[in-house]
Every structure is written in structure tokens, then in C-alpha cells.
């Protein structure tokens, strides 16, 4: 019998130093923090940037007359630079001409013409590059909305896991409870049932704290092996693009472009993918060498365990990021177009 108490209360005491420090932990982890941020600043790694900020600026003042350089890089680019000069000499032509003659008269008809000529083939250029631009973006969006839906789903059954795993928590608790303190009424026949109550006091604290743990593991949802379904990241990484997820030149020429009076001479994809590494925000993307991690990011390998709730978040951040980065050639866009028509100089 002494033996028996002496396990009782020693796995009493296990479970409730266990129950401790669980507690506990959080508790540490937030002490040790300041330690770790500093680390971090003075080596960077993955992950360890909290709260990222746009990673290019366009540089665009609508007031200034003259256009931004990111501007005047997008305009070689797109070969517009001399459409764009061509157009700003014809107009000034025209502007003398009127001053010399009415705007009507016949000495000023060709430069009127050769004017309407010149800007018609500066916005027919502008306009494509424009349709280019939405064409990246538009399958960008149709990609995110499958995305969403998938993660909807796996976050789904992940919740209906975890509220099963909790009832089964509390029943089984509140069960065995009642067993406890129903054992330990004293009655005039059975007054030495205090052993068994106490064991099952044990049970009921252990399988309760059994349930909650199983259901901290359940939190990550389900994680199946990822599609074959390349995305728009494909090219991004190196990876082969068909020609539904290809890029058109001038897109692809304008990221792989390093920016204007950049400093550190890496082109606004490396740029990119350095800010996708450093980003907490995005822990299933830690290494850009890691062929595991961008065989289920980019979905064009099956890996096994690689399509989860955290993968499709890490998918869906990256796509945001990277339409947000092309959305900026828009700004660009409106100034090239304010050249056309004489608002702005190249």
C-alpha cells in the first residue's frame, strides 16, 4: 500500500511540474526575446524581419515636371524613349507653327498631322504594355482565389478536428472527475476508497492535458502532398513556365532590371525574394536553395507533407507581394502617358 501511494504522488507531482511549466514557457520565451532581436540585427537570417515595409518606391511626384527615373528606365524598356522625345519635338514644332500661322491654316497642317500621327503611336504603345501588365496580374488573382479556397477548406476541417479533440477534452475531464469525488464520499461500508480516488483524480488531470496537447499539434491542419500545378512563382525561382504563367517581356525585363541609383545592385526580383526570406510573416520560405521548399511553393514537384495551411498562406502572401511590386509599373504608366500628352517631359 505505501508503495502505491509513494507512485500516486509521484506521478501527481510529474504531472503537475509538467502543467508548470507550460506555463511557464511563454513566460521565458518572452524574456529571451530582447536577446534574439539583437542577435538578428547583428546577423540577418530568415524570418526575422516583424514588420516589413514596401520593399521599391516608384519615386513618382506628379508636380515635378520632369518624370522619375524608374519612369525613364520603364520607357527604354518598353523602346518608347524615342517615340516619347519625338512627340515633345513634334509638339514644340506645333507651338511655332501656330505662333507663325493660324492652327488651321495649310503651312500648319503636316505638323498638326504628323502630331496626331506621333502621340496615336506613343498610346497605342502605352496601351499594350498596360494590357500586359493586367495580363500578369489577372492570372495572379485567378491563382490567389483557388489559394483561398483551398485554405478555406484545410482550415476547415483543421477546426472541426480540433473542437472534437476539445470535447473530447472536457467530457472525458468532467467524466472522470465525477468518478473522483464519488469515490472519495465517505460511506460506513467502504470508508478506504481514497486510493482509488486519487488515481483517478491523476487520470482525470493526465487525459485532459493529453487532449489539449493533441489539439495544439492538430492547430497546423492537415498536410497532404502538394499538386502539380505551377504557378506564377515558377519563373520567379528559375523553375519552367508554360506559356499560361509566362511573363511578357516587359514585364519580366522590368524586374530582372536592377532600379535606378541602386546601391546594392541586385534587381528588384532579387530584391524580392531577399524581402520573401527576411520576412516572418512568410516561415515556410527560409532558403531560396532549399529545392524542397520551392518545389511546394511554386507547385510544379509533388513533395510529400508539402501542400498545408501554412503553404498556402506562404503562396498567397508571395503573390500579394509580387502583384503589389508589378501594380507599381502603373505609376510608372500614368507618367509615361502624362509625357504623351505634354504634362511632363522624358
Not at 485554405?151 to 483543421?158: G, H, Q
Not at 464520499?185 to 485532459?208: F, H, M, Q, R, T
Not at 541586385?266 to 527560409?286: A, M, Y
Request: with cysteine; charged share 20%.
Amino acid at each position: 500500500m505505501h508503495t502505491i501511494k509513494t507512485a500516486i504522488k509521484s506521478l501527481a507531482a510529474t504531472c503537475i511540474a509538467g502543467q508548470l511549466w507550460a506555463l511557464a514557457l511563454p513566460v521565458f520565451a518572452a524574456a529571451s526575446a530582447p536577446a534574439s532581436s539583437a542577435v538578428a540585427e547583428a546577423e540577418p537570417r530568415a524570418n526575422t524581419v516583424n514588420i516589413p515595409g514596401q520593399i521599391l518606391k516608384s519615386g513618382i511626384n506628379l508636380d515635378d515636371r520632369s518624370i522619375s527615373p524608374n519612369s525613364a528606365q520603364l520607357a527604354d524598356i518598353i523602346h518608347i524613349s524615342n517615340a516619347l522625345r519625338h512627340l515633345q519635338d513634334t509638339r514644340k514644332k506645333m507651338a511655332l507653327s501656330v505662333e507663325s500661322h493660324t492652327e488651321d491654316s495649310p503651312q500648319a497642317l503636316p505638323t498638326r498631322m504628323a502630331l496626331i500621327e506621333s502621340k496615336l503611336a506613343v498610346v497605342q504603345k502605352l496601351q499594350r504594355v498596360i494590357l500586359e501588365i493586367d495580363f500578369v496580374l489577372a492570372e495572379i488573382e485567378a491563382e490567389q482565389n483557388i489559394y483561398t479556397s483551398m485554405l478555406s477548406n484545410l482550415e476547415t476541417m483543421r477546426d472541426k478536428k480540433v473542437a472534437k479533440t476539445n470535447a473530447a477534452s472536457f467530457v472525458s475531464n468532467g467524466a472522470l472527475w465525477a468518478v473522483c469525488e464519488g469515490l472519495a464520499i465517505p460511506s460506513y461500508k467502504y470508508p478506504g476508497l481514497s486510493v482509488e480516488s486519487g488515481i483517478n483524480g491523476i487520470v482525470a488531470g493526465v487525459i485532459p492535458s493529453f487532449f489539449s496537447l493533441w489539439a495544439m499539434k492538430q492547430t497546423s491542419g492537415k498536410h497532404m502532398t502538394s499538386e502539380v500545378a505551377p504557378n506564377m512563382l515558377s519563373k520567379i525561382f528559375g523553375y519552367p513556365a508554360s506559356g499560361e504563367i509566362d511573363y511578357p517581356d516587359c514585364v519580366w525585363v522590368f524586374l530582372n532590371t536592377v532600379p535606378p541609383h541602386d546601391t546594392t545592385g541586385r534587381t528588384r526580383r532579387e530584391q524580392l525574394i531577399d524581402r520573401w526570406v527576411s520576412d516572418k510573416n512568410i516561415p515556410d520560405f527560409t532558403d531560396v536553395d532549399s529545392k524542397s521548399q520551392l518545389d511546394a511553393i511554386t507547385a510544379s514537384v509533388p513533395v510529400k507533407k508539402g501542400l498545408s495551411i501554412s503553404m498556402l498562406s506562404t503562396r498567397t502572401a508571395m503573390l500579394e507581394q509580387l502583384k503589389a511590386e508589378i501594380m507599381k509599373m502603373k505609376r510608372l504608366m500614368l507618367e509615361l502617358c502624362m509625357v504623351a500628352t505634354g504634362d511632363k517631359q522624358i
